[in-house]
């Protein structure tokens, strides 16, 4: 049931146009990364604080929420570019075993996101504002291997190719 629907949203006339254009698809695969960019920019940041590495002069609530937004908004344009990416190789992607992994670690990192905002607002394990708690800590690094094998995976599904579909034979 799940590929027939894949089949059918690949083969929408805008997904068909968006896949076929010299210029267009280009254009969406570059902002999709600039997206992961900024967001992964912001993801590494929030990180390094918790592990007390970097800006020690800055509370650990201030760095996460001065890099709330720049996050939210790196995470909703390089999703809204990922889709229309998936969209137009709907069926190839579902054969992807890379996709596959990738889809299974974004589950995992919002299972980390719901652990961590726990972590984070339970004052007995937040620490204090400029010394992360051991559990803060382990908390950014899970974030930091997560996130690398994203984008590891990221890599795989656009330069390692999978098992072709009926239309791709």
Known sequence: MLLPTLIRLENLAVFTSLRSSAYIYP?????????????????VATDLRLLG????DCSI??????LRWPKRIGFLVA???GFLLFACKAEE????????TKILLFLLIAMHAAIFRRVYTNSRDSG??????????????LSLVLWLAVLCAGRGIGYIPGRAGMHYS
């Open 27 to 43: 254009i969406v695969l570059t902002l999709h990364l600039s997206a992961i960019s900024l967001f992964g920019a912001m993801i």
């Open 93 to 100: 992607y579902y054969y992807n075993a890379f996709f596959r």
């Open 61 to 66: 609530p201030a760095v996460i929420q001065q």
């Open 53 to 56: 590495w970097v800006l020690p």
């Open 79 to 81: 999703a809204t570019f």
């Open 128 to 141: 204090s504002a400029s010394h992360p708690s051991p559990l803060q800590k382990t908390a950014a690094w």
